[in-house]
């Protein structure tokens, strides 16, 4: 102990050391104040401090997982669509695939697979992502998955500031410049939605239809995709409901098509006789993405008609459809399926969930708008209430170039002339534009059809006729025997 006192230098010596560090360090200070602008002293200075709290600070979770309070999760979308762009060399496997049915030399897309790291850089900071899986506690119920963002803890005010915004925007933007859109059916078994890519090649220039209309629709688009502010103003949910409603073949599901190639969104396609109960059609609309077209095709087969289909089946239901016929029925549960109520459906159009998610199209088609609930027509419902009717001479010219590849031609006039009153749909139309050959031999084929189902109209129309000129007389005859009733039992009073 002794010896080991005797070797530590004296106080002297100590206090001789630190002066001559102190003048040392004093001097380098004073020269780099002269040599290096305040500027660049405090960039140094900065990144010094960073390099030191980075190197010295703890790590970091965040969790992103699939649903956020009972909805799809924009965040986890965004992420997903956003990480397959970040695959490297330092990710050790990649998932490729394609949903591409209608080509199978598509080339497969990238995809992260679970529990696999994913590197990324952003302002200089280093991220690792990883998909993770979790079982389901009941077998029925789905897995979960989430993602795993790990980074240094003094990350956390940049990740929720600029990073996750970035990655929706590099998102969004990938989405809008997507070559294919995506058709998705709902899969009850799995209840999931299924997706498969949807490359139907209608667009507003190939459909036929009244130009006037064609024009308000693009329009309508253009403003309800341009006023999220707006909606937010007058505190509406950002959605638009289209009922578009006409006979068969006259272009609805077209219709949906061109909007959905127009504005670049995926269709939901729901069919609602598979869907079990309001709480499953709710989770099943919870569970859509934003920027997105839920379509319901065949409206009325779900509604009031279909109901009467089925009364036939149960009498006791019949008595009850007869003391509330004319009123709204929101109650009524629908045929295909008791569990399913109308009230639920126009909940998410209108209601307390019509709040859940942002840039919304909805589309109800049916062939039989008079056969639709009134509270599914009511005012504020579906916002535009669209026609689609029998082909117009407009109709016939487009369909004619777009088949024939004819702008003008000799039989035109006629079947111009033949079509002016509402006999033939654009999809007949179409039908006889298709067959091979010259364009003479198509025109001249579909004059004979509009001539022959102009024949059957007027056949149908005179025996329309015939009947009811004999329940007239029917019933002119009753009249006859009643009053003649009426004046005995008055004389015998
Ligand atoms: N207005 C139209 N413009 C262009 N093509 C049309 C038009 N209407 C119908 N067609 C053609 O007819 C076919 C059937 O049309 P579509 O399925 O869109 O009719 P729909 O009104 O939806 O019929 P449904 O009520 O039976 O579902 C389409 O494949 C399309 O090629």
């Not at 029998?390 to 369909?399: G, I, N, Q």
């Not at 033939?424 to 364009?439: D, F, S, Y």
Request: proline share 4%; hydrophobic share 35%; with cysteine.
């Amino acid at each position: 102990m002794a010896s080991l006192l005797k070797e530590l230098p004296s106080m002297s010596t100590i206090l001789s050391l630190y002066a001559s560090i102190s003048g040392l360090s004093m001097l380098i200070r004073t020269i780099l104040n002269e040599m290096i602008p305040r500027g660049m002293r405090d960039l140094i200075a900065k990144n010094f401090s960073d390099f030191f709290a980075t190197y010295f600070s703890s790590d970091f979770t965040f969790i992103i997982e699939d649903r956020w309070q009972a909805v799809e999760n924009e965040t986890f979308r965004a992420v997903e669509v956003y990480l397959p762009t970040k695959v490297g060399p330092s990710t050790k496997s990649l998932l490729i695939g394609t949903n591409d049915t209608n080509n199978i030399f598509a080339p497969p897309k990238p995809g992260v697979p679970v529990d696999v790291k994913v590197v990324d850089f952003f302002q200089g900071m280093h991220f690792e992502w990883t998909l993770c899986e979790k079982e389901a506690k009941k077998y029925y119920h789905r897995q979960k998955k989430f993602f795993e963002l790990k980074c240094k803890s003094n990350y956390r005010e940049q990740v929720m500031q600029s990073y996750l915004p970035y990655i929706s925007k590099t998102a969004a933007a990938i989405l809008n410049n997507r070559e294919t859109l995506n058709i998705c059916t709902y899969d009850n078994e799995d209840s999931t939605w299924e997706s498969t890519v949807f490359k139907h090649p209608a667009t507003f220039d190939t459909l036929a239809m009244d130009p006037d209309l064609k024009k308000f629709i693009i329009e309508d688009l253009d403003l309800f995709v341009q006023r999220k502010d707006y909606f937010q103003s007058v505190g509406r949910a950002w959605k638009r409901g289209y009922l578009l409603y006409g006979p068969p073949g006259t272009g609805k599901s077209t219709l949906v098509a061109a909007i959905a190639n127009y504005l670049r969104f995926n269709i939901y396609d729901l069919q609602l006789q598979g869907v079990r109960n309001d709480a499953q059609l709710r989770r099943i609309l919870t569970s859509t993405t934003n920027r997105s077209i839920l379509l319901i095709e065949d409206i009325d087969c779900s509604t009031k008609s279909s109901r009467s289909r089925d009364r036939n089946k149960n009498p006791k239901e019949d008595h009850d459809d007869d003391d509330d016929e004319g009123s709204d029925q929101l109650d009524n549960k629908l045929s295909f399926d008791p569990g399913v109520t109308l009230s639920g459906l126009l909940n998410f159009i209108d209601g307390l969930w019509s709040s859940c998610g942002d840039e919304r199209i909805i589309i109800f088609t049916t062939n039989y708008k008079e056969k639709l609930d009134p509270a599914l027509l009511r005012p504020g419902r579906m916002d535009v209430h669209i026609y689609m009717g029998h082909c117009t001479p407009a109709a016939f010219r487009k369909l004619a170039f777009k088949y024939l590849g004819i702008k003008e031609h000799v039989l035109f006039k006629c079947i111009e002339d033949l079509i002016q009153s509402p006999v033939i749909t654009p999809a007949e139309v179409a039908q006889h534009l298709m067959k091979r050959g010259e364009p003479q031999v198509a025109l001249q084929s579909l004059i004979e059809f509009i001539s022959m189902k102009e024949a059957e109209m007027v056949e149908k129309n005179e025996a329309k006729k015939d009947e009811q000129e004999v329940i007239k007389e029917e019933v002119g005859k009753q009249d006859e025997k009643q009053s003649k009733i009426l004046t005995t039992s008055a004389y015998l009073t």
